[in-house]
């Protein structure tokens, strides 16, 4: 199941906006369609909502649901999809992405943050024993996945300059059709996109619900980093650039005030109208630089990178892996910058309603 919100409201608005759609037979539910919702998944989000009842049978034509794990909608066509289900969904993608891409042999591996990453690392640790493997995390959560599972961890600062990793597998909150994401949901962001960068290769692993076409299509916003002293100044700027209502991620304590991120710094949750994708460009969809209310992926994470304060945007597009190693073939012995990995991945594995593992690779 899949939850759209009409473009371009305010975030508290929602409960006027939600409408669902099932990703089954693709069609919106009539007003007693209910679903089953649970807390757990976007929490950060919740503290703009704190009128949000607890998880409960609702109608969803009243319901913010796009913010929260969607656990079942009663659609006669659709399978009922439990927390457990998703869980399955994503053990099963992150298997078969660990059994396509992980070799025993590296020396290196990427290991990112969020809910689906635990089942990449129990895969590995079912593959691997080889205790000559250092895994480098990209935050806090991480490294006590990796810690937890007996391997051993090495700072992303303390890599020898030489050392590229040889792979490195991360979740994401959405994935569109040319396999830019978005990432941020959890508030990792920063260290994602250096490790990303840093690995020959990027493999994505996620369920169903992160399939779209376009970027911001169920995922309501672009995480952004922030400096906690130019939290104004960008929000001002997000507004001009077409964002109608970004908001200062809090804690679910609102006296706790805003979220953290690893670096000390804070996030920015700010919508914009569903992405276009470069080829969306070539068809003359739209001029994608935000003049004429249309951002192209790419274009967009340049435009919020930009702006003073921002340390990092939850974008990860541009160049894959590939296309990187290919840049550092030419350039060889040519006085050119370093060209460092992609921040795409170059596969993509999605676990599946009925059990199954979609995977989607760079160039298909
Ligand atoms: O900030 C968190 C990271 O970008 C996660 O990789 C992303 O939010 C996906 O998380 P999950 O695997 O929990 O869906």
């Given at each position: 199941m899949g939850i759209a919100v009409l473009p371009r409201r305010p975030l508290n608005n929602l409960y006027q906006q939600v409408r669902s759609i099932c990703h089954h037979c693709s069609r919106a539910h009539s007003k007693t369609s209910q679903l089953v919702t649970t807390?757990?998944?976007f929490g950060p989000l919740l503290s703009r909502n704190p009128s949000i009842p607890k998880p409960a049978l609702r109608s969803t034509n009243c319901f913010p649901a796009r913010h929260f794990s969607t656990t079942s909608i009663l659609c006669k066509s659709s399978k009922v999809m439990t927390d457990a289900d998703i869980e399955s969904a994503k053990r099963a993608a992150a298997a078969k992405a660990v059994s396509d891409w992980f070799d025993p042999e590296a020396t290196h591996v990427g290991i990112g943050s969020g809910s689906t990453i635990k089942y990449v690392v129990e895969a590995i640790q079912k593959q691997s024993n080889n205790p000559r493997i250092r895994f480098v995390p990209t935050g806090w959560q991480s490294r006590q996945v990796i810690i937890q599972a007996g391997l051993t961890p090495i700072a992303f600062d303390s890599l020898p300059e030489s050392v590229m990793l040889d792979i490195a597998f991360d979740g994401a909150d959405e994935v569109d059709e040319e396999l830019n994401c978005i990432k941020g949901?959890?508030?990792?962001?920063f260290q994602e996109k250096l490790v990303a960068e840093r690995a020959r290769k990027f493999i994505c692993v996620a369920d169903y619900r992160k399939n779209q076409s376009r970027l911001l299509t169920n995922w309501p916003t672009i995480p952004i980093e922030v400096a906690p002293i130019a939290v104004p100044t960008v929000l001002r700027s997000l507004r001009t650039l077409g964002s109608t209502n970004p908001q200062l991620r809090t804690t679910t304590l609102e006296k706790s005030g805003p979220l953290k991120t690893d670096q000390d710094f804070f996030i920015i949750d700010a919508p914009f109208k569903p992405l276009l994708t470069a080829r969306d460009l070539v068809e003359g969809k739209g001029k994608g630089d935000g003049s004429d209310g249309t951002w192209e992926v790419d274009r967009l994470c340049q435009a919020i990178k930009r702006?003073?304060?921002?340390?990092?945007?939850?974008i990860f597009s541009g160049l894959n892996g590939i296309d990187a190693e290919g840049l550092r073939e030419k350039a060889a012995g040519k006085s050119v910058p370093v060209i460092t990995g992609g921040q795409k991945p170059v596969a993509v594995y999605f676990g599946m309603q009925d059990g199954s593992v979609q995977q989607r690779q760079a160039g298909e």
């Open positions: 807390r757990r998944d949901g959890g508030a990792c962001l702006l003073t304060g921002v340390l990092e945007v939850g």
